[in-house]
C-alpha cells in the first residue's frame, strides 16, 4: 500500500496547529498532529523540506521501518523538532492501518484494557474563592479528577491562571514577542499549601488533586513542597524542578511521599530512562505527539511499567485534537495508564477538526470510527492562516531569566 502523497497544514483555528497528511494509493489518508508550540514552523519545515520527500513510494503498512528509517536515518537524532516530525508520520500511519482494518486504532494496539480514560481538567483562579467556584464547575461536570492553579498574590502573573469562558487555561499568545512575567518562590511555597487546604476543606478527599509546578523550583524547595502538601493528599505535583537536572529528583524524593510527575518536554525514551529506572517519579507525562508517536510512546511507558511508574500523558490544548484522539487510543490499552490531561481546544477548532472522542462521568473514550476517529477540513483550516506566537518567558525579581 504506497504512500503517494504527504502534505502539511498549518492552521489557526483559536491558536496554531500543523498536522500532517498522507495519502495512499488507495486513496486513505491518516492525520498526525506536528505542533510544537511556539516553533511550528521549524517542524512543519523539517517534514516538508525533508521527509515527506522520503515518504513518497513508501508501504504505509511498515510503521516500524518507517520510523527506524527517519530516526536512525537522519543521522542526528531526539529532540523535539525531530521526533515531534517522527510522531506526525508515525500517528498519520497508524490512523491509515486502522481505516484500512475498519478498526479503531486501540483495537490494533491491543483492545480496551479499561472502559474509558481518566482526565484531569484544569481548574484556576485570581483568588482563592474563583479557584473554588472553578473547581465546583469541574466536579459539576463529571471530572474526578480536578488540576489547580491560583494566582500567587502580589505577582502580576501566575502560570495557568485565566482562560475563556469554556473553563480553557491558555497563555495568552499576546502580539508579535513573548510577554515576561515576572516570579517569586517564596510567595509561591507559601500559598500553594492555603490553596489545597481550601479546595480539600470545600470539596473533600473524594476526586483526585493535582497541581503544576511548572518547573520552577530548586530540588530542596521541590522537597519542602512536597512535604506541606501531604496533607492534602496529592494524585501529583507536576514538573516540580527542571527535568534537565535528573539527579535533583532523588533530593525531593528523600524529602516527601507527594508523587511526582514529569514528562511534557521528553522527547524520547532515552530522555526518561534515568528517572524510571532510578524510580524517581510517579508517573511519566509524555506526549504522543512530542515523544515519537504510538510507535514510541508504547515503548516508554512499557519500559515505565517494569519500574512502577504509572503515565500521565500532556495534554494541553497546544497539542491538537488529532494528538488527543492518539493519547486516548494508547491510554485506553497499557497496563499502567494513570490518568490523562484534557485542557480541552479554542474554538473554532471544531470548524477545522472533526472528533469522535466522547466525555461520560469523568472518562474519555476515543470512539470506534476506524482510525484516530479525528479528521482534518482543509477548507476550513485554510480559513485560519498561522500567526506567530510564543509562549511566556519568566523573570525573577532582579531581572534575572528563570524557568518558565
Ligand atoms: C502545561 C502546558 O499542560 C501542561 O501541563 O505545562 O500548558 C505547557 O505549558 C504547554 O504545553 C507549553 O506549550
Ligand atoms: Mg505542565
Known sequence: MKIVDAKVIVTCPGRNYVTLKITTEDGVTGIGDATLNGRELSVAAYLTEHVCPLLIGRDAHRIGDIWQYLYKGAYWRRGPVTMTAIAAVDVALWDIKGKVAG???????????????????????????????????????????????AAVPGLEKTYGIGGNSAGLTYEPADGELPSEHVWETGAYLDFVPEVMAAVRERFGFGFHLLHDVHHRLTPIEAGRLGKSLEPYRMFWIEDPTPAEDQAAFRTIRQHTTTPIAVGEIFNSIWDCQYLIEERLIDYIRTSVSHTGGITHLRRVFDLAALHGVRTGSHGAGDLSPVSFAAALHVDLTVPNFGIQEYMGHLEPYQEVFHTNYTFTDGLFHPG???????????????????????LPVNRLRDGSVHDW
Open 103 to 149: 478498526l479503531p486504532v486501540y483495537q490494533l494496539l491491543g483492545g480496551a484494557a479499561r472502559d474509558g480514560v481518566l482526565v484531569y481538567g484544569h481548574a484556576n483562579g485570581q483568588t482563592i474563592p474563583e479557584l473554588l467556584d472553578d473547581v465546583a464547575r469541574f466536579l459539576d461536570r463529571g471530572y474526578r479528577a480536578v488540576r489547580v492553579q
Open 368 to 390: 470506534d470510527a476506524p482510525g484516530l476517529g479525528v479528521d482534518i477540513d482543509e477548507q476550513a483550516a485554510a480559513r485560519y492562516p498561522y500567526q506567530r506566537a510564543y
